[in-house]
């Protein structure tokens, strides 16, 4: 059984998270309504932060770490329909409703602040102004839930270009460290089985456009080549771009074959007569 610790009280002055996205909305949080009561939670990799159909108690704020959302279809096949990152919210249904709707569990050692769903109901009718704060990142979760089913889930864009748009979405920071997930996660998100992920991953470190680092769950990531990967998410590129090798000139008069001009081999004298011959190539198409 994965577990999770309780920390105590949470401390904005060793929040790791100062300068993210939900760091501003707590920081207000505490210093208007004061005596609001905050508990940070560290979760190993595997852990439960909630439970499908469980009370909604409270709102989980990503400190560090990462947190897939799962849900069923309605043959009770789970699919991962969201991965929350360092600064992301989990739980705002828990503003509006009785039950969460979807289970999230912890990618790799994950360290929330939780606050009591009572409690800040309370606060944000008592402090107006954190609505709209709120409301800003209510809107950049389902901007991000959107954007996720157009760049992911689409089954008309190859899985290739879908896959390149996954990795850039786990790239931590701004640096080129990339979050490493097992095949299952990155299958379950993408609508693919595990062997095809593993054959277009293994196409990614050949081409050297990503070096897998680090051993134990939690502390793999790959090195990656930003610039490559998003020429392959952008363009869909079925191929890292490489310049292609000049072919020889023919030997015989310096022309060739158009017919020939995807292939290896050079066109000869015999391939020549037999085209023009058969009328399929015109002769102006030679060059």
Same mark, same amino acid.
């Given at each position: 059984?994965?577990?999770?610790?309780?920390?105590?009280?949470?401390?904005?002055?060793?929040?790791?998270?100062?300068?993210?996205?939900?760091? $501003?909305?707590?920081?207000?949080?505490?210093?208007?309504?004061?005596?609001?009561?905050?508990?940070?939670?560290?979760? @190993?990799?595997? !852990? !439960?932060?909630?439970?499908?159909?469980?009370?909604?108690?409270?709102?989980?704020?990503?400190?560090?770490?990462?947190?897939?959302?799962?849900?069923?279809?309605?043959?009770?096949?789970?699919?991962?329909?969201?991965?929350?990152?360092? $600064? $992301?919210?989990?739980?705002?249904?828990?503003?509006?409703?009785?039950?969460? #709707?979807?289970?999230?569990?912890?990618?790799?050692?994950?360290?929330? *602040?939780?606050?009591?769903?009572?409690?800040?109901?309370?606060?944000?009718? =008592?402090?107006? @102004?954190?609505?709209? +704060?709120?409301?800003?990142?209510?809107?950049?979760?389902?901007?991000?839930?959107?954007?996720?089913?157009?760049?992911?889930?689409?089954?008309?864009?190859?899985?290739?270009? #879908?896959?390149?748009?996954?990795?850039?979405?786990?790239?931590?920071?701004? @640096?080129?460290?990339?979050? =490493?997930?097992?095949?299952?996660?990155? &299958?379950?998100?993408?609508?693919?089985?595990?062997? +095809?992920?593993?054959?277009?991953?293994?196409?990614?470190?050949?081409?050297?456009?990503?070096?897998?680092?680090?051993? $134990?769950?939690?502390?793999?990531?790959?090195?990656?080549?930003?610039?490559?990967?998003?020429?392959?998410? =952008?363009?869909? %590129?079925?191929?890292? %771009?490489?310049? @292609?090798?000049?072919?020889?000139? *023919?030997?015989? &008069?310096?022309?060739?074959?158009?017919?020939? %001009? +995807?292939?290896? #081999?050079?066109?000869?004298?015999?391939?020549? !007569?037999?085209?023009?011959?058969?009328?399929?190539?015109? %002769?102006?198409?030679?060059?």
């Amino acid at each position: 059984m994965k577990r999770s610790y309780e920390l105590g009280q949470f401390d904005c002055g060793s929040c790791t998270a100062s300068g993210a996205s939900s760091c $501003g909305a707590l920081a207000a949080l505490i210093s208007a309504a004061g005596m609001l009561s905050f508990k940070s939670y560290v979760f @190993e990799p595997g !852990a !439960a932060l909630m439970q499908r159909g469980a009370p909604a108690l409270g709102v989980h704020f990503v400190v560090s770490g990462a947190v897939k959302l799962v849900c069923e279809d309605f043959v009770g096949k789970e699919r991962i329909v969201r991965i929350v990152q360092d $600064g $992301g919210i989990i739980g705002l249904e828990a503003l509006t409703e009785s039950r969460t #709707r979807h289970v999230a569990l912890a990618l790799d050692e994950v360290r929330t *602040c939780w606050i009591d769903a009572v409690r800040l109901r309370d606060s944000l009718q =008592r402090v107006p @102004e954190l609505q709209l +704060t709120l409301l800003r990142q209510m809107q950049a979760a389902l901007h991000e839930a959107e954007s996720w089913i157009s760049d992911l889930a689409s089954g008309t864009v190859p899985a290739r270009v #879908r896959l390149a748009r996954l990795l850039l979405r786990l790239r931590l920071g701004g @640096e080129n460290r990339v979050r =490493r997930l097992n095949l299952s996660d990155v &299958g379950a998100i993408l609508g693919q089985t595990p062997e +095809t992920v593993c054959r277009a991953l293994k196409t990614f470190t050949r081409d050297k456009v990503l070096v897998p680092q680090g051993g $134990g769950i939690g502390q793999r990531f790959y090195l990656a080549d930003i610039e490559a990967l998003h020429l392959i998410a =952008r363009d869909g %590129a079925p191929e890292v %771009a490489r310049v @292609e090798p000049v072919k020889p000139p *023919c030997a015989k &008069g310096g022309k060739r074959c158009p017919k020939c %001009a +995807t292939c290896d #081999r050079q066109p000869t004298v015999n391939c020549m !007569a037999q085209a023009v011959a058969a009328s399929d190539v015109p %002769a102006e198409a030679w060059s």
